[in-house]
Nanobody
Framework: QVQLVESGGGLVQPGGSLRLSCAAS????????MRWYRQAPGKQRELVAT???????NYTVSVKGRFTISRDNAKNAVYLQMNSLKPEDTAVYYC??????????????WGQGTQVTVSS
């Protein structure tokens, strides 16, 4: 079993910044991709950012240049630095981790979600 604990959400004014964190624990042999998704009310869940085991990153167009995804392999953690936040960034943010256990079985694990609200 793999568990993810997210933190860092909150209320911020437009133009402000937040940093989300997600720490993985449990039966982890290796971690492949780590991702952040978000889901706004009444909308489908959207992939925001991805970081691979080779530290290759990818972002959805709407956050490029404003958000930065990073990882700390020693802590099995992934972060999302969000700058220049806009009201349309308001959503519940979820981290997602693809990992392998000691038997090399793939695990696809989701965090519980953290609310980000951008409003004046």
């Amino acid at each position: 079993q793999v568990q993810l604990v997210e933190s860092g959400g909150g209320l911020v004014q437009p133009g402000g910044s937040l940093r989300l964190s997600c720490a993985a624990s449990g039966t982890i042999f290796s971690i492949n991709a780590m991702r952040w998704y978000r889901q706004a009310p009444g909308k489908q869940r959207e992939l925001v950012a991805t970081i691979t085991s080779a530290d290759s990153t990818n972002y959805t167009v709407s956050v490029k240049g404003r958000f930065t995804i990073s990882r700390d392999n020693a802590k099995n953690a992934v972060y999302l630095q969000m700058n220049s936040l806009k009201p349309e960034d308001t959503a519940v943010y979820y981290c997602n981790v693809i990992s392998r256990d000691g038997a090399h079985r793939l695990r696809d694990t989701w965090g519980q979600g953290t609310q980000v609200t951008v409003s004046s």
